[in-house]
C-alpha cells in the first residue's frame, strides 16, 4: 500500500495567490514525521517544512504552513503570496519513527503564472 | 560550500559498464541515505549508513549495486553491469543523528543536488 498519497499531478497557480497541494498518509506508527520537499528542474532537494506527529501546532515557516489533520491523516502544504521561483515540483514525505528511510509521494508539479 | 556534495552530476555509460557514484555528506553528519529517483517519480530509498555501517538495503539494491562508507565520511555507490533500467537520479542524504530530540530540531535530511545516469 502507499504510504504518501498526492493526488495532484500538476497544479497551476496565479502569482500573488496560494495554492494547496495535498497529501494524505498511511501509517500505524505512533511517531512519524512529514515533510514537503521542492524540487526544481535543476534537481536538488529543498527541505521546506516538517510536522511532527506530536506537534500541536501547524508548522510554519515563511510563506509555507502545514496543515497537519492527523485524525485524517493529511499534511497539506500551502504556499502563500506564489511567486515565479515556487514553480517546481513539490514532495511530501514521512518517516516512520526514527527512521529517516523517507516514503516519498509521486509529486506535484506547480506553475506559477505571471 | 558545506553542503551535501555529488560527483559526477551526469554520467552517461553503455549498457553493461560499471560505474561509480561519490557523495560526500555534511562534516558531522553520521547518517548517510543514498535514494533513486526514476523520471516523474518521488525518490525511493536505497541504503542507508550509520558512520561506516550499512544499516540496511532496499529490496530495490540488487547484487549488482554496492554502496560503501569506509572512513564514515564520503560514501560511494557502485553499480556493476548497468541496465538501461539502472537509468536514474541518484540522491545522496545526510543528517545528524544527535540532533534528534532537540527543542530546535528540524527534522531536516539535507540532500545532495543528485547524479543523474544514462545507461544507452
Known amino acids: 500500500a502507499q504510504k504518501i498519497t498526492q493526488t495532484q499531478p500538476g497544479m497551476f497557480v496565479q502569482e500573488k495567490e496560494a495554492v494547496t497541494l495535498d497529501c494524505t498518509y498511511d501509517t500505524s506508527d505512533q511517531s512519524y514525521g512529514l515533510f514537503w520537499y521542492k524540487q526544481p528542474s535543476s534537481g536538488e532537494m529543498i527541505f521546506l517544512i516538517y510536522q511532527g506527529s506530536y506537534d500541536e501546532q501547524n508548522a510554519t515557516e515563511g510563506r509555507y504552513s502545514l496543515n497537519f489533520q492527523k485524525a485524517r491523516k493529511s499534511a497539506n502544504l500551502v504556499i502563500s503570496a506564489s511567486q515565479l521561483g515556487d514553480s517546481a515540483m513539490y514532495f511530501c514525505?514521512?518517516?516512520?519513527?526514527?527512521?529517516?528511510?523517507?516514503?516519498f509521494g509521486a509529486g506535484t508539479t506547480v506553475t506559477v503564472r505571471a | 560550500d558545506t553542503g551535501v556534495s555529488q560527483d559526477p552530476r551526469h554520467k552517461i555509460t553503455k549498457r553493461g559498464q560499471n560505474v561509480t557514484f561519490r557523495c560526500d555528506p555534511i562534516s558531522e553528519h553520521n547518517r548517510l541515505y543514498w535514494y533513486r529517483q526514476t523520471l516523474g517519480q518521488g525518490p525511493e530509498f536505497l541504503t542507508y549508513f550509520q558512520n561506516e555501517a550499512q544499516l540496511e538495503k532496499s529490496r530495490l539494491l540488487s547484487d549488482r549495486f554496492s554502496a560503501e562508507r569506509p572512513k564514515g565520511s564520503f560514501s560511494t555507490l557502485e553499480i556493476q553491469r548497468t541496465e538501461q533500467g539502472d537509468s536514474a537520479m541518484y540522491l545522496c542524504a545526510s543528517r545528524s543523528e544527535a540532533s534528534y530530540g532537540l527543542a530546535d530540531y528540524t527534522g531536516e535530511l539535507f540532500f545532495g543536488e543528485g547524479s543523474r545516469l544514462t545507461v544507452l
Open positions: 514525505a514521512m518517516r516512520e519513527g526514527d527512521d529517516y528511510k523517507l516514503s
